[in-house]
């Protein structure tokens, strides 16, 4: 809204109608003027391509799907196998998509080598150590040791090929645990001066004293706050297991602040929003974002 606003003020400046040329022009003048706040410029640029595609008439495609290539017959059976028996394992529908995804990275990979199927003949320890290799991410490669394992048990292959799958060194030691003094270390290091901080302490502590899934964090609403019982009750996204939580008293005080001096106004059910337009729901990746920078 803020961008349209501004590209709005620019046409009347210049008593003209919106063309691309016209847009493109603003844009240019617009990251000069910015230059020095990166994440305003990559805004304007965003806001002024989907308005070209909307002069279009292409209209806007936030998410644009890409076709995914067609795989032999043996790959996109054991995908469908595999999908399967991660459903019945329990995996939501959210982390087979995941799962496919990766898998059908590493099948393209296999056939880009020459390796056709999965069968006895068909896999060695060659094709698996530099298909894992050719992988973008390396979170894959959980994913692949996952299915590797899975054919091996069924018999899909003539040996179990997991153990060749890398796996993903940390550059740092994760702790198992915090310690109260971290939590509280942590805790202090928020300003909640800002409504943005007023947001971040209420998700640091439903993660750091409830143990809540950042997923579940940003998706909590307000029918999930029970203020006179002092509880949060939800449905877990990842296991779609409901669950009650006891509310303690720095939280629920933290959220009463953050929802009368800090939450945008908005018609969203969700707790927590963006802290700038549009104030929609916050991905769950800003939860580790956040507390990863305290």
């Not at 003094?181 to 409830?210: H, N, Q, V, Y």
Request: glycine share 4%; charged share 25%.
């Amino acid at each position: 809204e803020r961008n349209l606003q501004l590209v709005e003020d620019y046409l009347s400046q210049w008593e003209t109608d919106y063309c691309p040329d016209i847009g493109n022009d603003f844009s240019l003048e617009y990251v000069s003027l910015n230059s020095a706040v990166q994440t305003r410029c990559t805004s304007m640029k965003c806001t002024i391509r989907r308005l070209n595609d909307c002069y279009y008439g292409k209209g806007i495609v936030l998410m644009p799907q890409r076709e995914r290539e067609s795989l032999p017959h043996d790959f996109e059976m054991i995908l469908s196998r595999y999908s399967i028996h991660c459903a019945e394992n329990g995996n939501a529908p959210s982390t087979i998509k995941k799962k496919m995804y990766a898998l059908q990275c590493f099948f393209q990979n296999l056939v880009s080598m020459g390796c056709e199927s999965i069968s006895v003949s068909g896999l060695n320890r060659t094709f698996v150590s530099r298909a894992c290799l050719m992988a973008n991410d390396q979170n894959h490669w959980l994913t692949i040791r996952g299915l590797l394992s899975f054919l091996s048990e069924h018999g899909d292959t003539d040996r179990d090929y997991s153990y060749i799958v890398p796996s993903r060194h940390r550059s740092f030691h994760l702790p198992s645990t915090y310690s109260s003094e971290e939590i509280r270390r942590t805790r202090r290091a928020i300003d909640t001066s800002p409504p943005k901080g007023k947001r971040d302490l209420c998700m640091f502590l439903m993660a750091s004293w409830l143990g809540m899934r950042s997923i579940d964090i940003t998706r909590i609403t307000f029918e999930n706050l029970d203020f006179q019982k002092a509880s949060i009750h939800f449905v877990q996204q990842k296991t779609q297991e409901p669950i009650s939580l006891p509310m303690p008293e720095e939280l629920k005080a933290a959220i009463l602040d953050y929802i009368c001096n800090g939450r945008p106004k908005s018609d969203e059910p969700f707790l927590s929003l963006r802290s700038l337009a549009p104030y929609s729901a916050l991905d769950p990746s800003a939860v580790s974002i956040s507390v990863g920078k305290y």
